[in-house]
Every structure is written in structure tokens, then in C-alpha cells.
């Protein structure tokens, strides 16, 4: 399962450079945004976090 949530950032990003070539510029832009936006949201349970600017980042997405 945890690998699973893991690639769909990796997924959605994949799928946007596959429009790019398609020439569907628009859904690709959501995609990668998305894809991005993902990536920071699913990896942030996974992030060690060590310093007080690493724990305000993850505070912050978490929220």
C-alpha cells in the first residue's frame, strides 16, 4: 500500500509528459501540478524530520 500512494505522484507526472507529446497542453498542465502537489503531500509522512525547519514544513503540508 505504501508503495502504492508513493508512485501515484510518479504516475500523474508520467501521464503529463504523455499529453505534452499528445499535444493536450492544458490537461498536462493539471496533471503535473498535480503530480507535484501529490508528491509533497504523500512523501511528508515519510520525511525524518530532524530540524525545526524541516518540522515547520511538515507541520505546515500536514494541516
Known amino acids: 500500500m505504501k508503495w502504492l500512494v508513493l508512485s501515484m ?9 504523455e499529453l505534452f507529446h499528445a499535444g493536450a497542453i492544458e490537461a498536462a498542465r493539471v496533471l503535473l ?4 502537489g501529490l508528491g509533497f503531500l504523500f512523501t511528508t509522512p515519510f520525511l ?5 525547519a524541516r518540522s515547520r514544513f511538515v507541520r505546515y503540508l500536514k494541516c
Do not use: E, K, N, S
Open 9 to 17: 505522484p510518479a504516475m500523474a507526472i508520467l501521464a503529463a509528459i
Open 33 to 36: 501540478l498535480a503530480g507535484i
Open 48 to 52: 525524518p524530520v530532524y530540524t525545526p
